[in-house]
């Protein structure tokens, strides 16, 4: 099953330390084999706290996305990232309908 790396961030604290985060982030993305990702503001919050912007990461499955969070490319930039935001993030696996 599909999963996604999301990562919502609540607050951007340091401009200048994010647009390193990004300048490097999108090439590792770009060349990692099947990930496809997107990222922008939060038009809207409809519930929860406040998110400014959001990055999803598209990886085959769960096995995937956890190679490549985990992944020791990622884990330098995860710790820019972690220094210019506050949020959060969680993976999460798509999967056909509710359970029962």
Do not use: H, N
Request: hydrophobic share 45%.
């Amino acid at each position: 099953m599909t999963a996604y790396v999301v990562f919502a961030v609540t607050d951007v604290i340091d401009l200048e330390q994010l647009e390193e985060y990004r300048r490097q982030a999108v090439p590792l993305v770009e060349r990692t084999p099947g990930v496809e990702f997107f990222a922008g503001p939060v038009t809207e919050s409809l519930e929860g706290p406040p998110i400014a912007l959001t990055v999803v990461a598209k990886l085959a499955d769960l096995d995937a996305a956890k190679r490549w969070y985990y992944s020791d490319d990622y884990q330098k930039l995860a710790r820019i990232r972690m220094g210019a935001t506050e949020g959060f993030g969680f993976i999460v696996e798509s999967w056909s309908g509710f359970p029962a």
